[in-house]
Structures are given as structure tokens and as C-alpha cells.
């Protein structure tokens, strides 16, 4: 395996690393001002009374997942032709993202490249200013003997651009609420009515985000990496999204799935919530397995 492979395969799995996060949590949020604002709109989905009702119990839920701080997350993501997976584990966004997930690669592009670089599944550890994911033993000994891989969230800012720093925003700020942070963004919202999930009565909402306006409205990027993500965004052709999340009697999430178009193939995630409020650790592996993204990126063939 060549070191250009290695730092493409590198650069596959903070990618994998940031969709992990959007698919168990949701994008990241603003400052909330836009928020209030749209929630003041009745939605064109339904009826006034239906969506200012939806509106109000939302806040609710955001506020009480917020408050929960953690939670056992099962998630799935799959976008056209590219990439499918599967994620289990544990997150605490009570002071930063942390927690530990086993990421399973289960079709597409990029998991044939994982396959053959023999981690078609990944351990991946969060913690507020890094992420480390472990690789399997062809990568290992291509890289000195080291199993793990290094990314600390200033490096991927640095060295992959724009890409690089929505990469970062979402690994760092994304909570299982944001997806109700959405809906409460877009005022396009209604109750579709009462469901069992998993044998749990739940109420179920539904709403739709214009993608574009999701970056700018759910995102701490500067003035041009806005430009430039807004760019990518429509080279992908992703125009909106639907967003459909089931909450319990204690107005916290259990369920919530998102879909949309791109110009790789349709995006789906799902992701279910269980155990709010344990407790999730998280640890640096030992520094003589892990190798560096920053200094992988930086080696030359």
C-alpha cells in the first residue's frame, strides 16, 4: 500500500468520521436567532394550528435532549453508490462531542476501499478536540506498526480546506438535537400523529430544510468557507432535506431519519436513541499505536 494510498484512506475516514456524526446526530446549529424567527412562520406543511403546535412541543424536546447529555446511539447511512454503514455506541455532548461507536462499512465505494486496506469495520473514539479511528493490520504495517489514526479538528481545518472545517464543526457541535434545532430553523414542520417505536408510544413529527440555507443557518464556518461549502453543496446537487423525528412521553428522541437528493445517489440516515443520561468515557489510545493525520498527510511517497 503506497503513502498516497494511505493518506486517502486517511482522508476516507475523517470523512466517515464526520458522516458518523451527521447520521447519529444531525448537523450542526447556529446561534438560535434564526430559529425563533422561522418558529414564528406557520408551515406550509398542514395546518397554522398544527405547525405552531409542532413548533411549541419542539422546543421542548430540543431543550430536554440538550439537558440529557448523553445516550446510547444505533445509526445507519447510505448515499447512492458511494457509501453505506452502520454505527453503534455511545455520546456525551455534555462538554463537547465524546463517546466511542463501532463503524461498520457495509456497501459501497468506500467500503471496498476499507476492505481492502482490511478495516471493513472501525473502533472510532471522539473526544472534544480530537478523533482517533483504528485500522486494521494491512494499514498497521504500512504505518510503522500503528493501528490507530490521529485527527486532531485544527489539523483538519488546516489541511483539507473547507471540506476540512465543516469536517471539524460537525464533529465537535453535533448533538442528537440539532435535528429538531432544524425543524425549529426551517418552520416547516407538522404532527403526523402517534407511533410505536421499538414498542414505545411515541409522537411523531415531520418537516423539510432547504440544504443551502442548513450550512449557513447550522454551521460556526467563516464568511468563505460558507462560499465554499454553499459551492459543494450544489455541485452534489443537494437541494433539501425531510426530516422526520418520533419523541417519548418524557419529550426526548428516540428516533429520527433524514433523506434527500444528491448528485452521488439518494442520502438516508436513521438513527435510534436509548439510555439518555449514562455515563460515556472516552480515552486517547496509547501514543506508541497511533499515528498522526497531520504527519500521515505530510509524508512523501
Partial sequence: MKTRHLRRLAL?????????SVAAC???????????????????????????????ALRTVDE????ADSAKVESTFSMGEVLSMETKGELSW????????NITYTGGQMAQQMEQAGSSSIDARYLPDEYYAKMGEPFARQ???????????????????SSGA?????????????????????GDVRRVG????????????RGKVEVAELA?????????????????????????????????????????????????????????????????????PPADDTVDFKELMKQQQ
Avoid at 12 to 20: I, K, N, P
Wanted: charged letters at 30%; aromatic letters at 6%; a negative charge.
Fill in 12 to 20: 476516507s475516514v475523517a470523512a466517515a468520521a464526520a458522516l458518523t
Fill in 26 to 56: 444531525g448537523s450542526s446549529d447556529g446561534d438560535g436567532t434564526k430559529d425563533e424567527k422561522a418558529a414564528d412562520r406557520p408551515a406550509d406543511n398542514g395546518s397554522e394550528g398544527n405547525s405552531a403546535s409542532a413548533l411549541t
Fill in 64 to 67: 430536554s435532549t440538550e439537558a
Fill in 94 to 101: 455534555a462538554d463537547g462531542t465524546t463517546g466511542a461507536m
Fill in 143 to 161: 504505518a510503522g506498526g500503528k493501528h490507530w489514526i490521529r485527527y486532531g479538528y485544527e489539523d483538519l481545518e488546516e489541511l483539507a480546506g
Fill in 166 to 186: 465543516y469536517m471539524k464543526d460537525q464533529l465537535q457541535n453535533s448533538t442528537p438535537n440539532q435535528s429538531v434545532k432544524l425543524l425549529l430553523a426551517s
Fill in 194 to 205: 402517534e407511533e410505536e417505536v421499538r414498542g414505545e408510544k411515541t409522537t411523531h413529527y
Fill in 216 to 284: 449557513e443557518r447550522g454551521s460556526n464556518l467563516d464568511k468563505d468557507q460558507l462560499a465554499d461549502l454553499k459551492k459543494q453543496l450544489r455541485d452534489s446537487g443537494i437541494t433539501t432535506e425531510t426530516i422526520d423525528i418520533w419523541v417519548d412521553d418524557k419529550d426526548l428522541m428516540v428516533k429520527k431519519t433524514e433523506a434527500g437528493d444528491t448528485a452521488k445517489g439518494r442520502l438516508t440516515t436513521t438513527a435510534f436513541y436509548s439510555d439518555y443520561g449514562i455515563h460515556v468515557t472516552a480515552e486517547a
